[in-house]
């Protein structure tokens, strides 16, 4: 069912997720598995967490006993270690540990996911700008643990902040750690060979307001990680108010004005941030992700991966409480629903991952859908750039405008199925 582009601007479920309902997929469902080409990144779920945040839309339950956790870790190395095998000519593009808190896991099993990495690593080709990152919360990062990342040559750290203000976390289940805390975690993960920390905030929360985000911004200040990170809060998942439009897009370009002032840099309408400009801000499994379409795999429970003809998830999704340690203490994690998606489909799923950069190439989504993007979309392009929705940057990138910003997921959502009926305004 198609919509025009005012109603889906009113309609939450346009939000740069895709598909847009699971149904949406079902005539591709299929039991073989996904081709991966020559290149490749890969992503590890760690579903644990010290602290269950209400905002939060991933797989996580509360970090349990040590034996659950070494089973995990077990299983996901065990499949990880399999899949090198079968798969032992890749090109690594990119190597992301996330979750829930990889560093929720005890030191000990922490190390062995990071030999497990190391290993999988091994003499494998890896891409030039291969940049590996591993995501951790304040609470967990203790000096051990950041020794046994730096020593594991892991040189990006993803700390979670959300908010500097105690009441609105705490309004989400989340408390938050004094400034002298964080400093000494940012010194603890530089001095332990970690080049790069980025922080996560997240924009369009209950409550908040510009006093809470120019807070947030003397944290960073405080703090002046490398990179920083904007999430927007997304309540299709969850069970929250969703914000309005305006909300969301007003923080946003506080935030973006006070990044510019402190020395961040970002096109308009990306959510990383660097104080490099040369740097986009986050890992290159990320930025090979949301600029290219390489295709992604993922290990452990509900994890996404992204081959060159279809998209598939592990067992897990959507799972939470007793369900989802029923699936963490199961034998194994393999993929579960897998699609074997029209290379139309799978070049949506491409621009709703790069919606998360506020922007797309056309050369990717050419390769994708194995047609020519300019012509396949020209209607929705004439439509966003008569209206100043995107801009076109030579040669190849359509990027979001402020204007664009306010609707951005019904803005990307045009361009999955680019007919003619959607673009009314
Ligand atoms: S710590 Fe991060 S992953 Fe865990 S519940 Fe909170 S937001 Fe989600």
Redesign the pocket.
């Known amino acids: 069912m198609l919509s025009s582009y005012a109603t889906r601007c009113q309609l939450a479920m346009y939000n740069t997720s895709y598909p847009l309902s699971p149904e949406h997929w079902h005539p591709y469902r299929s039991a073989a598995p996904l081709h991966y080409g020559s290149e490749i990144s890969v992503y590890l779920h760690i579903p644990f ?5 209400t ?2 839309e ?1 797989t ?1 339950m509360a970090t349990p006993e040590v034996e659950l956790q070494a089973h995990y870790v077990r299983t996901l190395l065990g499949e990880l270690h399999e899949f090198g095998e079968q798969h032992n000519n890749l090109t690594l593009e990119g190597f992301d540990i996330g ?3 990889p560093t929720a896991l005890s030191p000990a099993l922490l190390e062995q996911l990071v030999q497990g990495y190391q290993q999988f690593l091994g003499n494998r080709n890896k891409a030039a700008d291969f940049e590996s990152s591993i ?1 951790s ?1 304040f609470q967990t990062a203790s000096d051990e643990k950041l020794q046994i990342i730096g020593q594991g040559g892991i040189k990006r750290l993803s700390l ?1 902040v ?1 908010s500097s203000s105690t009441e609105l976390l705490r309004n989400h289940a ?1 408390r938050l750690e004094t400034v002298e805390f964080m400093q000494r975690v940012l010194h603890s993960a530089h001095a332990a060979g970690i080049q790069k920390v980025n922080l996560d905030f997240m924009y369009g929360l209950p409550g908040q307001s510009t006093e809470s985000i120019m807070a947030d911004l003397e944290l960073v200040q405080k703090l002046a990680p490398e990179q920083v990170t904007l999430y927007e809060l997304r309540t299709n998942m969850i069970h929250l108010p969703a914000s309005t439009a305006e909300h969301r897009t007003n923080a946003y370009h506080i935030w973006y004005a006070g990044l510019q002032e402190l020395g961040y840099r970002a096109p308009f309408g990306r959510n990383t941030f660097s104080l490099n400009p040369a740097d986009e801000g986050c890992s290159s499994y990320l930025r090979k992700r949301m600029f290219n379409g390489t295709p992604y795999r993922g290990f452990g429970v509900s994890a996404q991966s992204m081959g060159t003809d279809g998209v598939c998830y592990n067992a897990g999704k959507g799972l939470h409480g007793a369900a989802l340690r029923r699936c963490v203490s199961a034998p194994g994690y393999a993929p579960q629903d897998v699609y074997h998606l029209p290379p139309a489909e799978l070049a949506a799923k491409y621009i709703a991952v790069a919606g998360y950069s506020g922007q797309f190439s056309l050369a990717a989504a050419s390769r994708i859908s194995g047609c020519n993007a300019v012509e396949y979309y020209a209607e929705p392009i004439r439509f966003c750039l008569e209206n100043g929705l995107l801009e076109a940057i030579p040669d190849d990138i359509l990027r979001i405008t402020p204007k664009g910003f306010k609707h951005i997921g019904a803005v990307f959502s045009l361009f999955y199925s680019p007919l003619n009926k959607t673009l009314e305004i």
């Open positions: 967490c010290p602290q269950l945040c905002f939060c991933y996580r979750g829930g808190t995501e919360t979670g959300q989340r």
